[in-house]
């Protein structure tokens, strides 16, 4: 369990920086410095056409923002999205890890209830074949024992005629 929140601990950490990276990048590279470009001018775009709709104006003429602060605006943007997706990453593994954890808890308490049942089935026949036992030898004993009666009051109903 430690071991895992140290490996989490120890990705995030290593995350920001390849955030930073991530935005030393966009100054750097043509390609990436148009994504950024293009990702903060449609974010600034949606933005102001979102503000204006909820004032109740009109966005016809939305100014595009200048290239440095688009180029800023989208490499944070794509910064703070790769930190999100990230978390979202570490957080989706711990939970089916717990998911995973749970499950297993649940199959053995499931197999030991399981086990368990068996045995009391196994218990109780063997109990009930004991009863049987028991109540079959008690019924010879009733038998032997109003056999035995039997013959002692007839002894002693011979003993009392005097022979005879």
């Not at 950024?36 to 204006?52: K, P, Y």
Request: one cysteine or more; a positive charge.
């Amino acid at each position: 369990m430690a071991s895992v929140k140290l490996a989490t601990l120890a990705i995030r950490t290593i995350a920001k920086p390849i955030a930073n990276s991530l935005k030393s990048q966009a100054e750097q590279h043509p390609t990436f410095r148009r994504l950024c470009i293009g990702l903060a001018q449609w974010s600034h775009r949606s933005e102001v056409r979102l503000r204006t709709g909820l004032l109740g104006e009109s966005a016809k003429n939305i100014r595009p923002l200048n290239d440095v602060r688009a180029i800023q605006n989208g490499a944070n943007t794509l910064a703070e999205g790769f930190l999100f997706a990230v978390t979202a990453g570490l957080i989706l593994g711990e939970s089916y890890r717990s998911s995973r954890k749970e499950e297993t808890r649940r199959d053995a308490v499931n197999d030991k209830i399981e086990y368990l049942q068996q045995r009391l089935e196994v218990t109780s026949t063997r109990l009930d074949s004991v009863l049987e036992e028991v109540r079959t030898c008690l019924d010879e004993e009733k038998q032997q024992n109003e056999d035995i009666s039997r013959i002692l009051s007839r002894i002693v109903d011979i003993g009392l005629k005097g022979g005879e």
